[in-house]
């Protein structure tokens, strides 16, 4: 049974992150992958963030980029180590710039947390 970007959208409408977390590591096709990155980061998921870490290493740049967006938009200071590593050794403009931005986003939704 074929993984689309409709069931994920379906599932990320349901709030099924152990769902998405289950099927990413068997999608081969970069789009459903990139659906299934952009789901995880709208969840504040501790599993859902060290799962997109992984996928800071992808060998497609497109899949890097919504990896750092989705960890960005998640915000959690966990991540921030990871984000940075892959800022220092990014060979890809967009998505070094989406690290920087990813940095940026991290660091003020943690100033924020310490606030509130």
Known sequence: ??????????????????????????????????????????TNDEKAMHTTILYLRDQDPTVRYTALEALGNMGNGRALEFVRQLWNNEKDEKVHEKAEWAIREIKAKMVNEEKN
């Open 1 to 42: 049974m074929a993984v689309t970007i409709k069931k994920v959208e379906k599932w990320a409408q349901k709030k099924k992150v152990n769902k998405l977390l289950k099927v990413l590591p068997d999608v081969v096709e970069t789009d459903v992958r990139i659906a299934i990155l952009q789901a995880l980061g709208n």
